[in-house]
């Protein structure tokens, strides 16, 4: 359950679409400095006077450098965090503090699960090896217009019909974390060994 030796991971987790993003770019992006600076070398080692032929050698190295650290913002950005006041799921661009009143059901489930019949289309190569991994399913309640504002904010690959689906690496840890802080009333949402005894 666990990226920690036994210890689950409490707090913030970070959504791991930005971890396979990092992790096929890095090279691309460390690539474009090498090659950069390698072609930079040649020029001035052999004296050649900086024209429209090779002075685009003079980009990649910050090109790859800026490529870079937009992956790594973009790590950085992306997170889902129970907090005292609500669930706060953050992307690069927005984020989204989700009331706990709101939350109707939360869950651990394959992440293929989000992605069947027409939102297969959405499945883009960096994703696939997440497809068989735990994801964190968050199940919200509010109208039409509120699902659609934070599908707005969350984009369509994290948030379908009323569900934010999220791949975290430790999607147990965080379900259990934020069940935790739903109102009494909603206590069967909490698993097996948490939920309430009917009276006979």
Known sequence: MSTDGNRPIRGRQRILYAEELWRWQRFYAGLLVVVGILAI???VYSRQPINSGNIIWLFYAP??????AAFL???WRSFVEPLENGLKVST???NVLIDYEDIRMVKVQPL?????DARRTKVARIMRPLLDKPALFVRVRGDEEQLAAIRKRLGSRLFYEDTIAMPVP???AASWEI???L?????QNLGGGRRRKRRR
């Open 183 to 187: 109102p009494y009333r909603m206590g």
């Open 112 to 116: 293929k699960v989000a992605f069947q």
């Open 41 to 43: 070398g040649v020029v």
């Open 63 to 68: 090109v790859g450098l800026l490529l870079g």
């Open 179 to 181: 069940a935790a802080k």
């Open 170 to 172: 430790d999607a147990d």
């Open 73 to 75: 913002v973009y790590r």
């Open 92 to 94: 690069l661009f927005s």
